[in-house]
Every structure is written in structure tokens, then in C-alpha cells.
């Protein structure tokens, strides 16, 4: 198994430029997440997804949309890009809180390294 | 609403221990967790507790006592490639809280 693969590992933009971060995970899990992180600031929710066709905001969602078509897929698009969206941005999946499986540990993917100009 | 402290930064000898804190409020509590995460890369799943006490895993051990929102990470044996962030996260009962909400995390350094 890949597990959570993210794409592209790094990202030049301009401001006011648009793109959508990949995320794919291969574990059937229901849940998927998008987290900034920032120095100092650790891991803030941006949206998550709960199960394909659901989504819904975290702590940061402003200048990010999602959707989820597929169990597999949770795409992140940045609309407008702007130097404060200049980020870590990881993608991660885990289990449903009522599958049964009490851990429900979070696997994150390698990341996507953004700067924007 | 959930908010998470624990120190920004930590140092230790190879071969010693360590302990790094976390104190959190939560309005829900579903779980806490202690991830790793070295330099330019991902975090990694270290620990998890749901239940007050200890749970250990090798040179690590995780301690919760949810009556006083408390959790320590306990490193032993402290070896060079320890040194990394260590991330201490709290899950909640509904909504997005069903996520992690993640502490700024203590980066650990290991010194010979």
C-alpha cells in the first residue's frame, strides 16, 4: 500500500494564481483531512471530509475549497492564491469514529511545500 | 473549542530521559495523541491514549489523566535520531473536533 500520497511536493505561485493540491489514499478510510502548518503555529484544520460527497470547514477554511467524489480522492483548490496561504499543507486519512477501531489513527501524507510571490 | 500547550522547546543528552508535557481544555475529549515529526517531513503516529495511565511501547511511554487535562510523553534511552518535534493532539466528540486539534509541538534536541 502507498498510503496518503500528496502531489506536487512543491509549489511556486503568483498571487492571484489558482491550483488544486492531490491528496489519494489506498486505505479505504472514510475520513480525510487538509492541515496548514505554519512555524510556531502547528497544524491548523483547513477542511475535512467525513466520507465521499461530505465535506465540511475546519479552523482556517478562507481562500480553500474541497470536495470529495470518491472515497480515494480529497483534492484541496486554492482560488486566489495570496503570499499568506505561503504554507505546509498536509493531507490525511483515517478510519471512521464508528468503525470500531478506537485509535482511529490519523497516516498523513509527505506534504506539499507552497510559496506564493 | 479545544486549546493545547505543551513547551516550544526541549534538550536533552544521548542516553538520558526525557518527558515533554501537554495540558489541554477541551469541551469534549475522544482521545489524545503524541506524534513525531523530524525535519521536512511528516508527522508519525508515536502514542494514543483514551484512558487515564500509562501505556508504553518500547522507549516510549505515553501518561493521560483526563481529570486534570494532562498528558507526558516519556522518552528513554535517548538516542541522536530522536531529535524531532514532538506533536501532542487531542480529538473531540462532534463536528470538526472529530479531527485532531494539534498543540505547536516541542522540538526535542538530543545532544551527544
Known amino acids: 500500500n502507498a498510503g496518503v500520497t500528496q502531489t506536487p511536493k512543491f509549489q511556486v505561485l503568483k498571487t492571484g494564481q489558482s491550483m488544486t493540491l492531490q491528496c489519494a489514499q489506498d486505505m479505504n478510510h472514510e475520513y480525510m483531512s487538509w492541515y496548514r502548518q505554519d512555524p510556531g503555529m502547528g497544524l491548523r484544520l483547513i477542511h475535512y471530509s467525513v466520507g465521499a460527497g461530505i465535506t465540511d470547514q475546519g479552523e482556517v477554511p478562507n481562500g480553500y475549497n474541497v470536495s470529495r467524489s470518491t472515497t480515494e480522492d480529497f483534492p484541496l483548490r486554492l482560488l486566489s492564491a495570496a503570499p499568506s496561504q505561503t504554507s505546509v499543507y498536509f493531507c490525511?486519512?483515517?478510519?471512521?469514529?464508528?468503525?470500531?477501531?478506537?485509535?482511529?489513527?490519523?497516516?498523513f501524507g509527505a506534504g506539499t511545500r507552497l510559496s506564493v510571490l | 473549542g479545544q486549546n493545547i500547550d505543551q513547551p516550544t522547546e526541549m534538550t536533552a543528552t544521548e542516553g538520558a530521559i526525557v518527558q515533554i508535557n501537554c495540558t489541554y481544555q477541551?469541551?469534549?475529549?475522544?482521545?489524545l495523541f503524541w506524534y513525531q515529526q523530524h525535519a521536512g517531513e511528516a508527522p508519525t503516529f508515536l502514542s494514543y491514549?483514551?484512558?487515564?495511565g500509562l501505556e508504553e511501547k518500547g522507549r516510549f511511554s505515553s501518561f493521560l489523566s483526563r481529570s486534570k487535562g494532562y498528558s507526558y510523553l516519556l522518552l528513554k534511552e535517548l538516542q541522536m535520531k530522536d531529535s524531532a518535534s514532538y506533536l501532542c493532539a487531542v480529538r473531540g466528540l462532534s463536528g470538526s473536533a472529530r479531527q485532531l486539534t494539534f498543540g505547536s509541538g516541542t522540538q526535542l534536541t538530543v545532544l551527544p
Open positions: 477541551t469541551s469534549g475529549f475522544n482521545g
Open positions: 490525511a486519512s483515517s478510519y471512521s469514529s464508528t468503525s470500531g477501531r478506537a485509535k482511529n489513527i490519523q497516516y
Open positions: 491514549n483514551v484512558l487515564d
